[in-house]
């Protein structure tokens, strides 16, 4: 998102309006619809880094859950592997956009419309794949809630305080957030701290000239 930042009012009109459209892409052999209002995985790239990182994990017969899962390109990949996949989003056109894409890819995913884990109750993974909103800002409608984390953080406050209450073993199950340069970094890790966490950097990739990262909370 880093390089979307600098470009014009302009063209930041033409992409406003280009979201508001519904559009087709095929990614790594899965045939993927993007909704209007939900973060598109091709535009925004940390969607496809991800994508290379798990491309390097083992994840048969896991509980995973993708937490803020947008078209839902991350859960089809890793139910393609063998997974047991929870897509989350508090969009529910993303919600909707999961069932579509799990649908026509005739891959089985349980996607749930949830702020956070407050309708995940009782639930816990293997896995969590985080592609976490993080601009200090409050969102004003839905299709935001991709990008603004709140003000004060506040997403960021309460998913490190619950997130352990998910995990299935917490010696072994994965937490992994996707994260880039363009972001307040020491403010996310000093507030993962405060509620016992600390990230540790699994994955690096530049692209466009953005670094981003992808932390093991441990």
Same mark, same amino acid.
């Given at each position: 998102?880093?390089?979307?930042?600098?470009?014009? +009012?302009?063209?930041?009109?033409?992409?406003?309006?280009?979201?508001?459209?519904?559009?087709?892409?095929?990614?790594?052999?899965?045939?993927?619809?993007?909704?209007?209002?939900?973060?598109?995985? $091709?535009?925004?790239?940390?969607? $496809?880094?991800?994508?290379?990182?798990?491309?390097?994990?083992?994840?048969?017969?896991?509980?995973?859950?993708?937490?803020?899962?947008?078209?839902?390109?991350?859960?089809?990949?890793?139910?393609?592997?063998?997974?047991?996949?929870?897509?989350?989003?508090?969009?529910?056109?993303?919600?909707? !956009?999961?069932?579509? !894409?799990?649908?026509?890819?005739?891959?089985?995913?349980?996607?749930?419309?949830?702020?956070?884990?407050?309708?995940? /109750?009782?639930?816990?993974?293997?896995?969590?794949?985080?592609? +976490?909103?993080?601009?200090?800002?409050?969102?004003?409608?839905?299709?935001?809630?991709?990008?603004?984390?709140?003000?004060?953080?506040?997403?960021?406050?309460?998913?490190? /305080?619950?997130?352990? $209450?998910? @995990?299935?073993?917490?010696? $072994?199950?994965?937490?992994?957030?996707?994260? /880039?340069?363009?972001?307040?970094?020491?403010?996310?890790?000093?507030?993962?701290? /405060? !509620?016992?966490?600390?990230?540790? @950097?699994?994955?690096?990739?530049?692209? @466009?000239?953005?670094?981003?990262?992808?932390?093991?909370?441990?």
């Amino acid at each position: 998102m880093f390089y979307l930042k600098k470009i014009s +009012p302009l063209l930041k009109r033409v992409y406003k309006a280009y979201a508001s459209r519904q559009h087709q892409l095929t990614y790594k052999g899965l045939q993927i619809t993007v909704l209007p209002s939900v973060f598109h995985p $091709q535009i925004f790239l940390s969607t $496809q880094i991800f994508a290379h990182f798990l491309d390097k994990q083992s994840l048969k017969d896991l509980k995973i859950l993708e937490l803020g899962a947008g078209s839902g390109t991350l859960s089809l990949l890793c139910a393609r592997q063998g997974g047991f996949v929870t897509a989350s989003d508090i969009n529910p056109a993303a919600v909707d !956009n999961v069932r579509l !894409n799990a649908t026509q890819n005739n891959l089985t995913i349980t996607a749930i419309q949830s702020d956070l884990f407050n309708d995940l /109750s009782g639930q816990q993974f293997d896995r969590i794949l985080i592609n +976490p909103p993080y601009y200090p800002k409050d969102p004003a409608q839905d299709s935001e809630y991709a990008f603004y984390c709140g003000a004060d953080f506040g997403y960021f406050k309460r998913l490190f /305080s619950t997130v352990a $209450q998910h @995990l299935e073993d917490r010696q $072994q199950s994965k937490v992994w957030i996707i994260l /880039s340069e363009d972001c307040a970094l020491e403010r996310i890790a000093l507030i993962a701290r /405060s !509620n016992g966490w600390w990230m540790r @950097l699994v994955w690096e990739e530049i692209v @466009l000239g953005e670094k981003n990262y992808i932390f093991e909370l441990g």
